[in-house]
Each structure stands twice: as C-alpha cells, then as structure tokens.
C-alpha cells in the first residue's frame, strides 16, 4: 500500500505568488488533515475533513489559505498569496473512521523567498 | 486547555543507556495518547498509543494520570533509535502535539 501520498515534495516560490499542495489518502480513510508544521515545532491541525465536509478549519487562515476535498477522496490546499512566514512543511494525513491512529505522507517543503 | 508539553529539546545518550522522554499533558477528561516518531527524511508515523499498552522497538510509555505524564522510555538505546520523537494527545476531535524531542544516541 502506498500510503499517504504527497506533492510536490519541495517548492520554493517568491512572496506573493500561490502555490498548491495535493494530498491522496490511504484508500478508504473518510477522515482528511491537513497540518502545518514550522521548523522546531510539532504539527498543529489547519483542517479536517470528514469525507468532502470540512468539519474543523477553526485553525485555517482563511484570507489566504484555501482547502478543497471535492469528492472526498484527495485533496488540495492552498496559499493565495504567500508570504515568508508561510515557509514551514505541510503534511497531510489520514485515518479510518474512528480516527484513532492518524497516517502521515512525508510532506511538502515549502520555501517563500 | 488541551497541551502537550515536551520539555527537553535534545536528549544526547550512549549506546546502551536507559532513555527517557519526557511527555506531559494538560486535558480535562480521559485522555488518548500517543507517541510519533520521525527518523531521518521519513514520514511522520506512530510509535505507540497508550490505550495498546504495547512495546514496540524495545519502547513502553504507561500513562500516569496523577502526574498527568506519559513518559517514553526504553531500557538500552539504540543508535537507530536515534530519532524525532512527539508526543500527542487526541483532544476533543484533533490531535495535539507536543514540540518533539530529538534523540541522539551516540556509539
């Protein structure tokens, strides 16, 4: 089984421009996070979907971030613009219902220059 | 307020050593925890959660509920074992990590 997929695994853009993640959960896991995590810190929730319904976005900035789960199945997040402080790695995970044990791709690396 | 305090940033042991990392947590009803590890240019995944009550890798972590502690531990490190380790909480529908600890465990 792949796992939970990621892309891309790096990019570095310049302030202001957007950029885009994609995520492909483990198959069959209704449940979707997002999570930002900053360089020396843990990963903290920015969004969490239950199948297509995002059931938690409390912690999404919303003025420039933006998530999608349109079939329920994978996913995209957005930034429009970025700005430097956005550079950090965004992991994506998933999990069966239940949401006990939480699967993690290996994140993409993002650089705001 | 639901938190995972790790307080040790960097844990340094020799081949051989006991270990501990230290995990403590601050939520109002029974909690679910975890410990994640990471290891160099992996993927984040699951070590062990405390309701399995299991050992993996030579690792056990029990729950201590007066000290509101769940503790890593392991007798005699590894150098594989030489790691990113977060503890994490299942708060009400998330899960709360605590800022990891990096073990290193030299020859």
């Known amino acids: 089984e792949a796992g939970v997929v990621q892309s891309p695994r790096y990019k570095i853009i310049e302030k202001k421009q957007p950029v885009a993640f994609w995520c492909n959960p483990i198959s069959g896991h209704n449940t979707l996070y997002w999570y930002l995590q900053n360089l020396g810190q843990g990963p903290e929730l920015l969004i969490r979907y239950e199948n297509e319904e995002a059931v938690d976005d409390s912690q999404l900035p919303k003025d420039r971030f933006s998530a999608e789960r349109l079939k329920g199945v994978d996913s995209t997040l957005k930034i429009q613009p970025a700005e430097l402080g956005d550079s950090a790695v965004y992991l994506c995970?998933?999990?069966?219902?239940?949401?006990?044990?939480?699967?993690f791709g290996e994140g993409s690396w993002l650089t705001v220059v | 307020a639901q938190r995972v305090t790790q307080p040790e940033k960097l844990l340094s042991v020799f081949k051989g050593a006991p270990v501990e990392l230290k995990c403590n947590y601050s939520?109002?009803?029974?909690?679910?925890l975890f410990w994640y590890v990471q290891y160099s240019r992996q993927r984040l995944q699951l070590l062990l959660r405390h309701i399995s009550r299991e050992s993996i890798k030579g690792f056990t972590a029990d729950l201590n509920k007066g000290e509101t502690s769940f503790h890593l531990k392991k007798p005699f490190a590894q150098e594989e074992d030489s790691a990113m380790y977060y503890c994490?909480?299942?708060?009400?529908?998330?899960?709360?990590f605590g800022t990891g600890t990096r073990l290193q465990v030299f020859p």
């Open positions: 939520y109002s009803g029974s909690p679910e």
């Open positions: 994490a909480l299942l708060g009400t529908d998330k899960l709360i």
């Open positions: 995970a998933s999990s069966p219902w239940g949401r006990n044990t939480i699967y």
